[in-house]
């Protein structure tokens, strides 16, 4: 089983919706990082969340974090095009200094 | 574009040869990773220097190996290459060790013929 859990794996929105893609950790987290992937090509970071009830925002997308739960969200508000994408959470489970464990990811289409 | 760069973008070889992927980090970062994504096992970390030392180390075969040099670039060196070692390698740096924020570059796609 994945240590770091993503749902759903896939989404299909028309534009203008909200949605949320959801990250659980099996252990205990020390930071969580979002991500975004376009197919085969590099990650472009997006959010660091710390301490349990963090929450962020990087122009329509926020991300928080529970940390009893073990647990991030990310909701995009009022979806466009451009936020298609892969979705990668990555997680330090060890806080030992930088390995960092992904989730298989959410792929994001927006329709127009 | 993160201020990682990779070099080649891409690479063909053969089965039992070698390759060695070259990463620059982001000006003023000490610390490279490597990562390894397929489309079965995900993205996956292999290994991390901090200033010339490996700090930690993750699933990387006994076939490849890693160094970073006095000038904090860093080379992933692949060995007895087999087709199931074709994939995306991605290297990402921060500033340190620790709880920073990892950029990636645009990574190498790696495929064995």
């Known amino acids: 089983s994945q240590e770091l859990e993503q749902s759903p794996q896939s989404l299909i929105v028309q534009e203008g919706k909200n949605l949320t893609i959801n990250c659980t950790s099996s252990?205990?987290?020390?930071?969580l990082y979002w991500y975004k992937q376009k197919y085969g090509e590099g990650l472009i970071f997006l959010m660091m969340?710390?301490?349990?009830?963090e929450e962020k925002s990087h122009e329509k997308i926020t991300a928080k974090l529970d940390e009893k739960k073990q647990q991030s969200s990310l909701h995009i508000t009022a979806s466009q095009p451009s936020h298609a994408g892969i979705y990668l959470c990555?997680?330090?489970?060890?806080?030992?200094?930088?390995?960092?464990?992904f989730g298989q990811g959410t792929e994001l289409s927006v329709k127009p | 574009d993160s201020g990682v760069t990779q070099t080649p973008k891409h690479l063909i070889t053969a089965t039992g040869q070698r390759v060695t992927l070259r990463c620059s980090p982001r000006?003023?970062?000490?610390?490279v990773y490597w990562y390894q994504q397929s489309l079965d096992q995900g993205l996956q970390f292999l290994i991390q220097?901090?200033?010339?030392?490996?700090?930690a180390k993750g699933n990387i075969l006994e076939r490849f190996s890693a160094q970073q040099f006095p000038d904090l670039h860093s080379e992933l060196n692949l060995s007895s290459l087999e087709l199931g070692d074709s994939a995306l390698y991605f290297c990402?740096?921060?500033?340190?060790?620790?709880?920073?924020?990892?950029?990636f570059g645009d990574g190498t796609r790696l495929s064995i013929l």
């Open positions: 990402a740096s921060s500033v340190a060790g620790g709880n920073q924020p990892q950029h």
């Open positions: 252990k205990t987290l020390y930071g």
């Open positions: 969340l710390q301490k349990g009830g």
């Open positions: 990555g997680a330090d489970m060890d806080n030992q200094g930088g390995k960092l464990i």
């Open positions: 000006s003023g970062d000490l610390s």
């Open positions: 220097y901090y200033n010339g030392e490996e700090r």
